[in-house]
C-alpha cells in the first residue's frame, strides 16, 4: 500500500493518493482544486486511476474531479445524499475558488458498508452525515480519510446548506469512536490525528 498527501488549492484541502502495490490500482480521495500536475504524477508513475472518490459535495472536495477524470480515467464515486450539490454546484462556494470545474456525472454512488478494491486493498464506506447530508468517510485498515467531518481538534462546520450539527456530532460517537484508538485520521483539511487522540481531546466530542 503506497500512500501519499499533496495540499491543494485555495482551500488547503487535503487530497490523498492510496496505490495497491502490486495492480498499481490507485484511489484518489477528495481531489478539490489544481489536479493538473497530480494527474501527469500518476500517468507517469504508471498508476490506473480506478476511483475518484469524495467524501462530500462540497466544491472544495470536487473541483478537480473531472481534471482527473479526463486525463486518467477512473470512476467518480460520492454518496447520493450530496447528489444535488454535485450535479448543480452551488455559486456561494464556488464562486470563491477560481479554477473550479464542475464535477463530471457521478458514475458510482456509494452507500454505508460499502467496499472499494484496488487490487488486494479494500476501502470501506463509512456513512457519516452532519456536515452534509452525504458525508462519508473511507476506512482502510487502520487509516480513515474523514473529509470535513473530523478534523484534529475541531469538528466541520454544519451551518453550510444541508448540515445538522446534532447529527454531525452523533456521526462522530458513534461511527468513528468506535473504532480502534490507534486508528490514523486523514482530515479533509489540516494536520493529521488519531481517533485515539481525537476521542480524548477534541473539545467538541465531550
Ligand atoms: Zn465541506
Ligand atoms: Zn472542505
Known amino acids: 500500500m503506497n500512500l501519499v498527501h ?28 489544481d489536479c493538473e500536475r497530480l494527474a501527469e504524477d500518476l500517468k ?10 469524495v467524501t462530500h459535495g462540497h466544491g472544495d472536495h470536487t473541483g478537480a474531479v473531472a481534471t482527473l477524470k479526463n486525463a486518467c480515467g477512473g470512476e467518480f ?5 450530496d447528489r444535488g450539490q454535485i450535479e448543480i454546484p452551488p455559486p456561494w462556494l ?6 473550479f470545474i464542475d464535477p463530471p456525472p457521478i458514475d458510482r454512488f456509494v452507500e454505508d458498508g460499502d ?24 476506512l482502510h485498515e ?13 469538528v466541520g462546520r454544519h451551518d453550510l446548506p444541508g448540515g445538522d450539527g446534532d447529527l454531525e456530532i452523533r456521526s462522530i460517537k458513534t461511527r468513528l469512536l468506535t ?15 488519531s481517533i ?11
Do not use: W
Not at 464556488?94 to 479554477?99: E, I, N, R, V
Not at 487502520?142 to 475541531?154: E, I, K, M, N, R
Not at 476521542?199 to 467538541?204: E, K, L, W
Open 77 to 81: 464515486v460520492a454518496h447520493s445524499g
Open 6 to 33: 499533496h495540499v491543494l488549492g485555495s482551500f488547503d484541502t487535503n487530497v490523498y493518493v492510496l496505490a495497491d502495490d502490486e495492480t498499481s490500482e490507485t484511489l484518489v480521495v477528495d481531489p478539490g482544486a
Open 142 to 154: 487502520g487509516v480513515v480519510f474523514t473529509g470535513d467531518t473530523l478534523f484534529q481538534g475541531s
Open 196 to 206: 485515539g487522540e481525537e476521542a480524548s481531546s477534541n473539545p467538541f466530542l465531550r
Open 115 to 138: 467496499v472499494l478494491h484496488l487490487g488486494n486493498l479494500s476501502i470501506t464506506v463509512i456513512a457519516t452525515p452532519g456536515h452534509t447530508p452525504g458525508s462519508v468517510c473511507y
Open 44 to 53: 507517469l508513475a504508471g498508476l490506473n486511476l480506478k476511483y475518484i472518490a
Open 94 to 99: 464556488t464562486t470563491m475558488m477560481p479554477g
Open 179 to 193: 473504532l480502534p484508538a490507534e486508528t490514523k485520521v486523514l482530515p479533509g483539511h489540516g494536520p493529521a490525528s
